[in-house]
């Protein structure tokens, strides 16, 4: 049988505080709130697998419509808090094109959040001109920040003012 992925809709991240969580992504970062939810029976333990699954959720929506899903489950109980690394298996990160990642970084420092280390600046491959860091919220998610060369479009491509070789 036959299928295409006709798009990407959301990106899934747990959360221990979803009301810190929802303002760090809706007031810092500027995503416009959609809706919250809450769920639990046999619904949300067919979809995610987890047998007793009661959990809140937010969506937030970025520029362009990428949706970020916000949960914080309440049970089962024997949840669990991992601190994976960028370098553990299974661990994910979203990653964000911004105009200004100076800008950026300086109003998530003022809410008392940090970049793991100093933008670097790619200087080879497809990404070349792309300056990049990480990003690790309170749980430990990590969002990475990038800002497109000057005379690049978000995709990659050459704009209008920019040479072409």
């Not at 505080?17 to 809450?38: C, I, K």
Request: proline residues 5%; glycine residues 10%; negative net charge.
């Amino acid at each position: 049988m036959n299928f295409r992925i006709i798009a990407a809709d959301h990106t899934g991240i747990t959360v221990s505080n979803l009301d810190r969580s929802l303002a760090f992504w809706r007031d810092v970062l500027g995503f416009e709130f959609s809706h919250t939810a809450h769920q639990k029976g046999e619904r949300p333990e067919q979809i995610t697998g987890v047998k007793g699954a009661d959990l809140k959720l937010a969506v937030v929506k970025a520029p362009g419509g990428h949706k970020i899903e916000l949960l914080q489950y309440s049970a089962p109980s024997d949840r669990r808090d991992v601190d994976l690394r960028p370098c553990d298996v299974g661990h994910v990160h979203v990653a964000l094109t911004v105009d200004n990642l100076d800008g950026v970084l300086q109003k998530i420092a003022e809410s008392g959040w940090k970049a793991v280390g100093e933008p670097q600046g790619l200087t080879e491959g497809p990404n070349a001109g792309k300056r990049v860091v990480y990003v690790r919220d309170p749980d430990g998610t990590t969002i990475e920040f990038m800002q497109m060369p000057t005379g690049r479009s978000k995709t990659g491509t050459e704009t209008e003012s920019s040479t072409t070789q």
